[in-house]
């Protein structure tokens, strides 16, 4: 099963070029980084993966001195974005959640989508996710999942590549070319052998996108998974977001009807 891609070493969306992930290097890597850059550093060293992370392993990971990370670490315990376990290692804490819903393309938006998502997961009973564009990443903010459904490598808070996942191919279509020569600019991550790797393919495949206003997947992001997805817009017809259905049934794209239908009137809630 694939793993969901980490945000990149820089450019948008991703972590400042000094971090040094996976680097005992801490003398060097330490020396000329701003206090900012080396707490963001530590908040970014938990991952889906890693969740949980004693001290030593903050450092190795960031490439700080003991003694820097201990005093960053306690001041961010003490203000609140990191909890200490019983164990001694630390998660991330509530006051970085507490912060993220007044972003006004997480709690609000989820508030909107969720009766609309419910209905849509009780029509289908499969996977049903709400994802928005961050950086060169699709950001699941929500799902709803199916018992006994096709597996799937998303989960909210986790991302998903934009050419290889219906949200993602969504956001990407209604982006602009700048995002798109960034997407491709390194090569595009082969996840199954159906997966979209030429750029020139992924150009039609999101013309097609926004000529039919869905984006139809087929075994791309991992192998017997089918998604269909179509945008959320807000009041100036901007996609500001991706509603998707996940299932295992080849005959997904037959849900299109109901995932539009489903989008626009989240996107009515939403002003449109």
Request: aromatic residues 2%; positive net charge; proline residues 6%.
């Amino acid at each position: 099963m694939p793993v969901l891609r980490r945000r990149p070493e820089n450019g948008r969306g991703g972590r400042p070029a000094t971090t040094a992930k996976g680097t005992d290097t801490a003398n060097s890597t330490d020396r000329g980084r701003t206090v900012t850059s080396r707490a963001l550093a530590i908040l970014d060293a938990f991952t889906q993966e890693h969740p949980e992370l004693p001290l030593a392993q903050i450092c190795r990971l960031t490439g700080l001195r003991h003694a820097t990370a201990h005093r960053l670490v306690g001041e961010l315990t003490a203000w609140g974005a990191l909890e200490r376990l019983p164990s001694g290692s630390y998660v991330i804490g509530l006051r970085l959640w507490e912060l993220g819903t007044l972003n006004p393309r997480g709690l609000p938006l989820r508030v909107r989508a969720m009766p609309i998502m419910e209905d849509l997961h009780a029509a289908t009973r499969q996977h049903v996710q709400l994802a928005v564009l961050d950086g060169t990443d699709a950001l699941v903010v929500e799902k709803i999942s199916a018992a006994g459904a096709v597996p799937v490598v998303s989960q909210v808070g986790g991302r998903l590549p934009l050419h290889a996942s219906a949200v993602g191919q969504v956001l990407l279509a209604h982006a602009g070319e700048d995002l798109f020569t960034e997407v491709v600019r390194d090569g595009l991550a082969r996840f199954t052998p159906r997966t979209v790797t030429d750029p020139a393919t992924l150009r039609l495949t999101l013309a097609e996108c926004r000529r039919t206003g869905v984006a139809v997947v087929r075994e791309e992001m991992s192998g017997d998974a089918y998604s269909v997805a179509a945008p959320i817009t807000d009041t100036k017809g901007r996609a500001v977001a991706a509603l998707s259905v996940v299932g295992a049934d080849a005959r997904t794209h037959l849900l299109v009807p109901a995932v539009v239908l489903a989008g626009r009137g989240i996107s009515r809630g939403l002003g449109a």
